[in-house]
């Protein structure tokens, strides 16, 4: 075995047993407290929300564990198994076509893999407690109608790095860099308009009387938008959400209707408040900035890796060739940021105290609580996550730190 193999058989393996201990953690943390609420929240949801709450993480987390171990499996037997090498022999073509078609072939085996996953998440998870609202139909629509999207936006992308890589120079990736970087912002640019009315209807805000409340807030603020929309979220499922979308002056405010229905106006306008202090405290343009600075980094990496024949046979992978190297790329490099996740998502829960914050300022600390619990309530989520899987996985606070903070925000 190559000293190559080895190490990624070495991440590959500590990535794996991470997985698994932290999804088990968190279901025995979750069991371990499913039998009383947390007296922070004790006025405020009952013990039969908070047993849905448990029982609903708790099966999602089994879930969890078992994609872990497919993906793993399926990582393994793509590379050292030599699905790999067989796809690069059997799909005919030259060139260009050639090394797309393998790419593409690739992708197509892990998406299918992942379809029973999520037929089951939505049709017996979800089912079982109430929020999936998806018909078989409809499921395998969206899966139809999201392949035609990736293809049509990928493929382009996919030509431009082959043909990059393949004509370009030594520095090929900094030119690839280039291009991801410009289509990145392009396609925020142009999703809320293009992109997501496939999925969803958008339609304007019709609420006069809170229309109004929430452009003065805008205003207030300084925020300028395209407008207010509502989408049809209870379409898939009851579970509620409030975001911004866009970008530059291309920005929408876009609610849910499963978040109107369950809130009151100050509770509405607090969430805003909170989504409105992403914005203005950088947080979206230094998500951007730090997307493109990891890719330069991925992309250098790729340079160089791609130049060792020890990339491509430690992987299961005997010619080396462009495409291989972007493919085995793009495969492995997800267990070297494994561990980059807890700073990931430090990071991420910092920001949301700072959008707290601003929503406390600008709207009020007690409503955006009281918004918080009715969500932390309706979407069963746990109270009472692990700490140490919340620190991996978590891009918010778990709920009790999130409310502990916003009530001494409320106080001063
Ligand atoms: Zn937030």
Request: proline share 4%.
């Amino acid at each position: 075995m190559s000293a190559f193999t080895s190490l990624f058989l070495g991440f590959f393996l500590v990535t794996l047993l991470m997985q698994q201990w932290l999804g088990r953690r968190q279901i025995a943390h979750v069991l371990a407290h499913r039998g009383r609420v947390p007296s922070a929240f004790a006025g405020n949801i009952t013990l039969e929300a908070h047993q849905k709450a448990a029982d609903y993480s708790i099966a999602k987390s089994r879930l969890g564990l078992a994609e872990s171990a497919v993906h793993g499996v399926l990582l393994l037997m793509l590379t050292l198994g030599g699905i790999l090498q067989w796809l690069d022999s059997t799909v005919p073509g030259t060139s260009l076509l050639h090394g797309a078609g393998v790419i593409i072939a690739a992708f197509a085996i892990s998406s299918l893999i992942d379809i029973p996953l999520d037929y089951y998440k939505a049709f017996t998870i979800d089912e079982r407690f109430g929020f999936n609202k998806m018909t078989p139909a409809m499921f395998f629509q969206d899966i139809l109608k999201h392949a035609l999207v990736a293809l049509a936006m990928g493929v382009p992308l996919l030509f431009s790095a082959l043909w990059l890589m393949q004509s370009s120079g030594a520095y090929w990736w900094l030119w690839l860099w280039c291009v991801w970087a410009g289509f990145n912002l392009l396609v925020l640019a142009f999703y809320p308009t293009f992109i997501a009315p496939l999925f969803n209807k958008f339609s304007p805000l019709s609420d006069n009387v809170l229309k109004a409340r929430i452009e003065a807030l805008l205003a207030k603020c300084g925020f300028k938008s395209q407008g207010l929309f509502v989408m049809d979220g209870s379409r898939r499922s009851s579970h509620g959400n409030a975001y911004f979308t866009g970008f530059g002056a291309n920005k929408r405010v876009v609610f849910f209707d499963t978040l109107l229905e369950r809130l009151d106006g100050n509770e509405i306008e607090a969430v805003l408040a909170h989504e409105l202090g992403h914005f203005k405290r950088r947080h979206v343009i230094k998500r951007i900035i730090m997307m493109f600075a990891i890719s330069f980094a991925g992309l250098a990496l790729l340079g160089w890796l791609k130049q060792g024949t020890w990339f491509y046979t430690g992987l299961g992978v005997t010619n080396p060739s462009d495409h291989m190297a972007l493919l085995l790329f793009l495969l492995v490099s997800p267990l070297l940021t494994f561990v980059l996740r807890p700073l990931m998502a430090a990071y991420s829960r910092s920001n949301e105290f700072e959008a707290d914050e601003y929503a406390a300022q600008h709207s009020s600390a007690r409503h955006l609580v009281e918004a918080l619990v009715k969500l932390y309530r309706d979407n069963a989520s746990t109270l009472t996550p692990d700490p140490i899987h919340s620190a991996f996985y978590d891009s918010h606070p778990p709920a009790s730190i999130r409310v502990a903070h916003l009530e001494k925000l409320a106080a001063v």
